[in-house]
């Protein structure tokens, strides 16, 4: 048994030698790290310019569809097509289909 242990012994790895690199030579130094820092700055500003552009949006919308409920009150009240047609001097205002 004790020959057992003796090769296992002898089978098992020595540690890997240690690296003859400089911790220097491995890190990314101040071109990476002003590589980063301008990444890092660019992904900010767009964030900002979107959330800029989609809260624009959104504001356009709502204010469209005031001016759509306030247009559509106002012309609930009065029969716009009719009032066209004595303006024009016309009877098809209303109608689209002859448009050529």
Known sequence: MSTT???LAAATPSPSPTSTVPDVDVTPGVA?????????V???LLVIDMTRR??????????RERLEAEAGAEGAATDEPERRAAEDGRADVGDDTERG
């Open 5 to 7: 242990w003796a090769a």
């Open 32 to 40: 990476g790290f002003i590589a980063i820092a301008v990444v890092a």
């Open 42 to 44: 660019v992904t900010i």
């Open 54 to 63: 989609i809260r624009r949006t959104r504001y356009r919308a709502e204010i």
